[in-house]
């Protein structure tokens, strides 16, 4: 009931308020939603980490759009319709958007699966594109598939030992893969941590890991040889992590299908 | 004086064996499960841990020591006069301007960093500039360091690059591999060599310029060892543990009243005071608070400025009763 009034109010909104041309993005999660959701000619800027390779899949069909700085002094010459921001807490930024009567959704990182879906659909109402929302939902359903019940041990690693909560929204989109995330404190492992309680299975990711860090260096530690055995490492790409958008899903199935 | 090096030396080795030792309980555990496992986390982990704790904090004690002595100023130490900071925006510099983070590129940008910072300080204390004003200017070069170092930051390619500084900064020995102990101990153990071979020139150095000279004291050479050694030694340390503040500064007024006031005679005990200081600190950090991992550079700073500030209170006691 609550859904379908919902999808109402949604379709009443693209319906009541003209579709805007003159969009502009401040984030990289928001900038990942427009540039898949947006019509040809729609977008006027996304952030500089949306045209960014290394931080995104979809950084190609940013070519020749003006990048912004995530600012919103950076975008206000553009004379924009409708600002997308990503869970802004900046104060500023609000008053200044209320004071040039800017028209300004914000899209909170998602907590959870229903949130990534509630993103696309607010992004896809906003732009007025409701019909491209429901499809990219309906094909975000169906990478994702269901849950399996078999499920092993796991723990997402990024540079440094960097991983995701045990009850956050990456883990239950692991889950989907019947991998169970690991419960490590502060989103961080030790590497004494890893070797005394190692997952089954180490999904690593590969977000910049062509550029030299203490990050990867980290991933690159001797220790990390007397793993053991049993404890399969398989490599995703990394980028769609930092959003956990629509474009992680298509991780997930590739996921599953390599543990199968 | 022999007897006040031992326990402390005896302390710091305590201390090192204890972060070996580590949750004995969990390693048996581990041993019988996973001798391997067991194995790398020894050798691989906290080997050098235990030893980058005992050569960096051995550094820092060392080296505050011998500015203290050689400015003759309790306020002087790394973490004031601007090596540190020079060190820290070497090693960026080197990682992230020029896209380098391997252990001994860093360990270079750190030195540079280091001898840049002090060799300023040095040019600015040219034609007899009063110790009031070289500690200002070394203030100042801290600062603009730390200044650099943030527009550095600011510079980051990307957000990545950023939070990979920004925990590094903050000072740890945590993961760090037997590499990062082959590649700081050369350099940071010739610095120290170097600062311990002022010792006498330190202790003449105490009763005046004027003094130490008709002793046979070269200032100018003293001096410029005491500072190259010092930016080998904290370059190398910095750009391996990131920043850790306070030991250089607060070891040698624990030390001091135990040597006769002798800055020359403080030097051995401060480095292994220093060394005990921040094995002991690379344990508080392992204490699980509430989840979350405290930062090497936060604690020795939480430890070290009540300290201080102790210290300075008591001080003041004592000069006005």
Redesign the interface.
């Known amino acids: 009931m609550m859904r379908a009034l919902a999808a109402a109010a949604l379709m009443w909104s693209g319906t009541a308020v003209a579709a805007p041309t003159r969009v502009v993005s401040l984030n990289l999660c928001t900038d990942e939603l427009v540039l898949l959701l947006a019509a040809p000619g729609q977008l006027a800027s996304v952030s500089f980490?949306g045209a960014?390779g290394?931080?995104t899949a979809l950084a190609p069909r940013s070519r020749g759009l003006p990048t912004n700085n995530g600012r919103l002094d950076s975008v206000v010459a553009l004379a924009p319709d409708l600002v997308f921001t990503g869970g802004s807490s900046d104060r500023y930024a609000h008053e200044l958007a209320a004071r040039l009567k800017l028209r300004v959704v914000d899209v909170p990182p998602p907590q959870s699966i229903a949130d990534i879906r509630r993103n696309i659909a607010s992004v896809a109402a906003a732009l007025g594109r409701d019909a491209t929302g429901a499809a990219l939902i309906a094909q975000f359903d169906a990478d994702l598939g269901s849950a399996p019940i078999a499920t092993r041990s796991a723990l997402l690693l990024g540079?440094?030992?960097t991983t995701a909560g045990a009850d956050g929204v990456g883990a239950q989109l692991l889950r989907h893969a019947g991998l169970v995330q690991q419960d490590v404190?502060?989103g961080?492992v030790?590497?004494?941590r890893l070797?005394?309680e190692?997952p089954q299975v180490i999904v690593q990711t590969q977000?910049?890991s062509s550029?030299?860090?203490?990050?990867?260096?980290?991933l690159q530690?001797?220790?990390l040889?007397?793993?053991?055995a049993t404890t399969r490492t398989i490599t995703v790409d990394g980028r769609p992590w930092t959003c956990m958008g629509p474009l992680v899903a298509p991780e997930i199935a590739r996921l599953r299908a390599q543990l199968q | 004086m022999t007897r006040l090096n031992l326990s402390l030396a005896a302390l710091a080795l305590l201390l090192a064996t204890a972060s070996l030792c580590w949750n004995p309980v969990g390693m048996l555990t581990l041993w019988q499960r996973s001798p391997e496992a067991a194995r790398a986390i020894l050798i691989e982990l906290r080997l050098p841990r235990a030893l980058l704790a005992l050569a960096i904090g051995g550094s820092l004690g060392l080296t505050g020591a011998a500015m203290q002595g050689l400015l003759r100023n309790p306020l002087a130490s790394p973490d004031v006069l601007g090596p540190s900071t020079g060190a820290a925006l070497g090693a960026v510099i080197v990682a992230y301007t020029f896209g380098i983070a391997g252990t001994l590129a860093m360990a270079l940008g750190g030195i540079g960093g280091a001898l840049a910072a002090l060799g300023l300080l040095l040019l600015l204390s040219r034609g007899g500039a009063s110790t009031a004003t070289l500690l200002l200017a070394g203030v100042a070069i801290s600062a603009l360091g730390g200044a650099l170092t943030n527009l550095a930051l600011s510079l980051a390619p990307s957000p990545y690059a950023l939070y990979d500084v920004l925990f590094w900064l903050l000072g740890s020995l945590a993961d760090r591999s037997l590499l990062h102990v082959v590649v700081a101990l050369p350099p940071l153990l010739l610095g120290c060599a170097l600062v311990l071979s002022g010792r006498r020139g330190l202790d003449a150095l105490a009763l005046g310029e004027d003094v130490a000279a008709s002793l046979g004291v070269d200032v100018a050479a003293l001096r410029l060892r005491i500072v190259i050694g010092t930016a080998l030694a904290v370059g190398a340390g910095v750009a391996v543990a990131g920043s850790i503040g306070f030991i250089g500064l607060v070891v040698p007024h624990l030390v001091r009243p135990r040597v006769g006031g002798r800055p020359g005679a403080a030097l051995v005990p401060s480095a292994l005071a220093g060394a005990a200081l921040l094995c002991a600190a690379d344990l508080v950090v392992r204490l699980p608070v509430a989840g979350h991992d405290l930062k090497l550079g936060v604690v020795t700073a939480l430890i070290g400025a009540p300290f201080f500030l102790w210290l300075i209170v008591r001080q003041r006691e004592v000069i006005e009763p």
Not at chain 1, 211 to 218: K, P
């Open positions: 980490l960014d290394n931080e540079g440094g030992g404190p502060a961080q030790s590497l004494e070797l005394a190692p977000y910049r550029q030299t860090s203490l990050g990867q260096s980290w530690h001797p220790a040889k007397a793993l053991p």
